[in-house]
């Protein structure tokens, strides 16, 4: 299993990135992402079930970021808007068993993309 993540970057407070995290040899799991700053643990961003039909944010991002699948499933994409100094972090791309568990903790979290860095500048 294999998961490629892309479209980290620098933009100002307020503006809006996509992150796209690409999946291989990976069917019927929950995809989603979380960040990390360092000196803090990894913290849940956002999750979504294989079929699309659960969804789970933060409430840190909830209101300014949408996950989304693309038509194959094997893509998941996240759009954030609105963006914020604090959400300053190294994004990963991740895959688990249920959405339930993803979002309980970075612990549940069966495989893991390499990250992919946000600055966000005020």
């Known amino acids: 299993v294999q998961l490629q993540a892309s479209g980290g970057g620098s933009v100002q407070a307020g503006g809006s990135l996509r992150l796209a995290c690409a999946a291989s040899?990976?069917?019927?799991?929950?995809m989603g992402w979380f960040r990390q700053v360092p000196g803090k643990e990894r913290e849940f961003v956002s999750t979504?079930?294989?079929?699309?039909?659960?969804?789970s944010y933060a409430d840190s991002v909830r209101g300014r970021f949408t996950i989304s699948r693309g038509d194959a499933k094997n893509t998941v994409y996240l759009r954030m808007n609105s963006l914020k100094p604090e959400d300053t972090a190294v994004y990963y791309c991740?895959?688990?068993?249920?959405?339930?568990?993803?979002?309980?903790?970075?612990?549940?979290?069966?495989?893991w993309g390499k990250g992919t860095l946000v600055t966000v500048s005020s």
């Open positions: 040899r990976l069917t019927g799991y929950a």
């Open positions: 979504i079930s294989w079929d699309g039909g659960s969804i």
């Open positions: 991740a895959a688990g068993s249920t959405t339930t568990t993803m979002r309980t903790s970075f612990r549940h979290v069966e495989f």
